[in-house]
């Protein structure tokens, strides 16, 4: 029996969460993957990755830390999935070697096989003949997961891990996406040989479409451009850049406006001004605001200094960290990034300026600094990764 119940209409625009008494929570996220109201924009790079996979193209994306390459492809894996193409995710971030690389995307492949349990089952003794799965009830989601069974004998084979995804794409008939996130790790293993495998195996993937992601820039470039390394040319660069203000601009502005806080041009214009279009520090800071602006309802000038104040002193003790990790030569030269945009490092007037010595000498503590992840590339200069940490270095070392 179906009962339909009749509610009149409330009429008159909505009111904000504090009118009606409602809770909102804070609709600035930003330390992990974010997906629906909280995604911002990516429309143009949505679509033209779901035009690659679609046409069986290997891209190989790569960006600074925390712009978002996580929750991109999630979004672009959901709407090809619903095209119904095959889609595989593999976080490679926990890799540390060649076993647990071949764990991590066997359990991607499990994953990622459509059909119930009793189905994937069968089909993972196919695809993947020298592994004992077993199926394992989470109690938190009440559903089963696959895991192997670690106290037997057998461990996945790479070369039949390696074929796996265009097995299933041949036996459904289907298009297939496999996604390797942080993929620079295994320029960390002792040799070369998964690369190796994985090359040869991959060229000859008709159907299957092969996403490399990483936001480690210097070795990404270093596994697909250099001549001497397996996947040199093997992919389409697609180099993600910063959301384009205007779209930053408007998702601030609409999530603000839906608990009731409004800001003038203005203000909106010097938080991108202050977090560079990042979209992590971007949001970052907006987050604080909200909390900060909640009462007012509006966001002055100096809600945006104390927003700033409050993030660089929750992170104070992080910076005091790093920067008890670097040497004098390095921390000179941080100083010097820091009060600088795109200065011309090996100058002689940058180097004189800021006491720095050689260039040689600068030239190992950017190497340094690179493989550290606290300074990378940008516009034919150096800059400092984390834009909060700069601005803490110019109010404590200038």
């Known amino acids: ?44 790079e949505v679509r033209e990755l779901i035009r690659d996979i679609e046409n069986g193209q290997n891209v190989i994306i790569y960006s600074p830390r925390r712009y978002g390459k996580t929750s991109l492809i999630i979004r672009v894996l959901e709407r090809v999935k619903r095209k119904g193409i095959l889609t595989f995710y593999a ?16 359990k991607a492949i499990t994953v990622g096989l459509p059909g119930k349990m009793t189905s994937v089952l069968r089909k993972i003794n196919e695809y993947l003949p020298r592994v004992i799965p077993k199926a394992v009830m989470n109690e938190r989601s009440m559903q089963f997961e696959l895991e192997f069974d670690r106290s037997a004998d ?37 040799d070369d040989e998964i690369e190796r495998k994985m090359r040869s195996a991959f060229q000859a993937h008709r159907n299957v479409s092969y996403i490399f992601m990483g936001s480690k820039t210097h070795l990404m470039r270093e596994i697909f451009n250099n001549p001497n390394r397996p996947f040199y040319k093997s992919g389409k660069h697609f180099p993600l850049q910063k959301i384009d203000p205007t779209e930053l601009r408007k998702f601030a502005e609409d999530r603000f406006s839906s608990g009731g806080i409004s ?19 971007f949001q970052m800071l907006c987050n604080v605001l909200w909390e900060i602006c909640q009462d007012s309802g509006v966001i002055l000038h100096h809600d945006i200094q104390e927003s700033l104040d409050t993030l660089i002193s929750r992170e104070s003790s992080t910076y005091v960290a790093v920067w008890e990790g670097l040497t004098e030569k390095q921390r000179s030269l941080m100083v010097a990034l820091a009060s600088e945009k795109y200065p011309a490092v090996f100058s002689a007037g940058f180097l004189g300026r800021y006491s720095l010595g050689s260039s040689s000498s600068i030239q190992k503590a950017l190497k340094r600094l690179m493989e550290r ?12 990764v984390d834009i909060f940490l700069k601005k803490w270095i110019n109010r404590t070392w200038r």
Do not use: W
């Open 373 to 384: 992840d606290q300074v990378r590339q940008e516009n034919g200069s150096y800059v400092i």
């Open 91 to 106: 976080d490679l971030y926990p890799a540390i070697n060649k076993e647990k690389f071949i764990e991590i995307y066997a």
């Open 154 to 190: 057998f461990s996945p084979h790479i070369d039949d891990l390696l074929v796996a995804a265009k097995k299933a794409a041949d036996r459904h008939k289907k298009e297939a996406v496999v996604v390797f996130d942080e993929f620079q790790e295994i320029a960390n293993f002792e």
């Open 1 to 44: 029996m179906l009962f339909v119940c009749f509610v009149d209409k409330p009429r008159g625009p909505p009111k904000a969460p504090e009118a009606t008494g409602e809770f909102m929570k804070n609709p600035f996220v930003y330390g992990e993957t974010v997906s629906g109201r909280h995604f911002c924009n990516r429309v143009n």
């Open 263 to 281: 800001a003038g041009k203005g203000e909106m214009e010097e938080v991108l001004n202050t977090t560079e279009c990042h979209p992590y520090y």
